[in-house]
């Protein structure tokens, strides 16, 4: 039996005592995915059970069915399962109205956007999303996504076409602005999707984007939950549990976390009473989480994948490696944040490292490897930056680094393949054509590419040299050994490049 609105009430699940009927939508989400279902729209169904408010979601998928497939069936009710170890604790959650697959229907997205009762935009569409690249932050117009849209603004395939659509719409129809909200893990996040929508909808039409920039506001914001993705196991699992088939299912851990820039067009929901922090500044919070948390996973991603680990628990519970991500974050990212006096740091870091070990999440490498070319260079980069800046180490920071120029070869050292995702996978599978080429010689091939690496970093020989280095010793002694190795003598891994 599936899950719906009739048979949830059937069910032992928690779930909020309100009338979903009774709320209009009044938030439009791009990008419906996991994290959405588990943080976004977690927060909204508390400000909805406890403040009320016609704040539910309509969720949009920009580009499969999948979505709408698990969730329409089931009324738009889903499970969350928090998971701790041992213990679980599950809810319903009612805060989404309905989902729209933009291919299939792009004139109901963009009337969505559109509506009047609509005042809050969420995204979370992954860093290439926003079609800047990475090594210089423009907007890459040429993408064949975006001429796409400039010529078909009707049936655009991307959120930009998609907000510049219903921006258009707005202006004609004199409604107000939105409050546009990424939660991407990127640096000054509202600030380069308020770059990106300006800069594509002034291609559009230029008195457009002076509207856009004159009425719609753009927070910057910091998002932290992990939230692993759904396996067919969890989902059987779940419904031996409850009785009920629920394919929408979503699973995270208890820690969660939202900081939002006080910074609105209109009315938003009371997130801020159901534990979302407006602030003045985001830019400390959002600096931590990416070089710390998001730092540290994309190290234990890169390692583990290539160490022959298939998830983050397993990495962490290595003592050698759980020493390197303490002292990545202890030693060299760290020192590079300026926090409020009254947050322990030290703190964040041992929850960090206590979170990575929640062995209930099942969180796996290849999951966080995902698109490294975009997250390389907010997450690690800041962190070499600032350390060359100030003299300091970054042999930790270009260990890192190293483990993912060695991923991209797609083996394992066990000899396991494995498929590389990422936007520039088509170039790094030309590199890598040769599957004799070794990582080091590869290394000097990708330093060359404009776009993966920026100039202030890719005429570094300081960074190259030790990247070179930790390549040299991972290809000797493998990547266990040669992070243990480090850690033993605590000297500077040799570089001869």
Known sequence: MRLS???????????ARYQREQHRVGIVHLGIGAFHRAHQAWYTEQVLAQFGGHWRITGVSLRSERVHAQLAPQDCLYTLEIRDGAKRERQLIGAIANILVAPKEPENVIAALAAADTSVVTLTITE???????STGELAKDHIDLQHDREHIKQPRTALGFLTAAMAERRQQQRPGLTVISCDNMSTNGKKLRQALLEFSRIIDPTLAD???????????????????TTPDDLRHLEHELGLEDQGAVFSEPFSQWIIEDNFAGPVPQWNKVGVQYVADVTPFE???LRLLNASHSAIAYIGAVAG??????VIAKPSLHRFIEKLMQEEAAPTLRMPATFDLNAYQQNLLQRFANSALQHQCQQIAIDGSQKIPNRLFPILRWQLQYHGSISLTTAALAAWVRYLQGVDEFGNRYSIEDPMAAQFA???????????????????????????IASNDKVFSAIDGWLKVYEQQGINHAIQDFLLTSKQVKTDL
């Not at 290439?128 to 990475?134: D, E, Q, S, V």
């Not at 890598?432 to 404009?450: P, Y």
């Open 287 to 289: 600096n931590m989480k």
């Open 211 to 229: 509207w856009i920039a004159k009425h719609c506001r753009f927070p910057n914001t910091m998002v932290d939950r992990i939230v692993p993705a």
């Open 430 to 456: 030309a590199i890598f054509k040769d599957q004799r080429k070794s990582a080091r010689t590869a290394l000097v091939e990708l330093r060359q590419i404009e776009t993966l690496f920026p100039a202030d």
């Open 309 to 314: 680990y298939n998830t983050v628990d397993q």
């Open 128 to 134: 290439k999303g926003y079609y800047l690249a990475p």
């Open 5 to 15: 609105q009739n048979t949830a009430l059937q069910s032992a699940i928690k779930h």
